[in-house]
């Protein structure tokens, strides 16, 4: 069984920073590529910034300059730094992470449990 663990979430001004972590537990044979996603009432889960195993990484227009995603594999954690918070950013993050539990059973996605991020002032 696997878990992800997100943590970090909370009520931040604009301009603000908030750092979100995630940590996958339980029986893990490998992790491959991480990232967060983002969800607004109403509106579809979209990606904000996701990183490969090999340090690779990508994010979204409206979020680059500002997050910066990275991974320390030791400890199967994925964060978010979040930096110059705006409203826009307001939202229920998703750490979610492609893993594979055992030599012969695929890699599966993994979805956690989601952690409110509120940028108001």
């Known amino acids: 069984q696997v878990q992800l663990v997100e943590s970090g979430g909370g009520l931040v001004q604009p301009g603000g920073s908030l750092r979100l972590s995630c940590a996958a537990s339980g029986s893990i044979f490998r992790i491959y590529d991480m990232g967060w996603y983002r969800q607004v009432p109403g509106k579809q889960r979209e990606l904000v910034a996701a990183i490969t195993d090999g340090g690779s990484t990508n994010y979204a227009d409206s979020v680059k300059g500002r997050f910066t995603i990275s991974r320390e594999n030791a400890k199967n954690t994925v964060y978010l730094q979040m930096n110059n918070l705006k409203p826009e950013d307001t939202a229920v993050y998703y750490c979610?992470?492609?893993?594979?539990?055992?030599?012969?059973?695929?890699?599966?996605?993994?979805w956690g449990q989601g952690t409110q991020v509120t940028v108001s002032s």
């Open positions: 979610h992470a492609n893993i594979r539990q055992a030599a012969l059973i695929p890699a599966m996605p993994y």
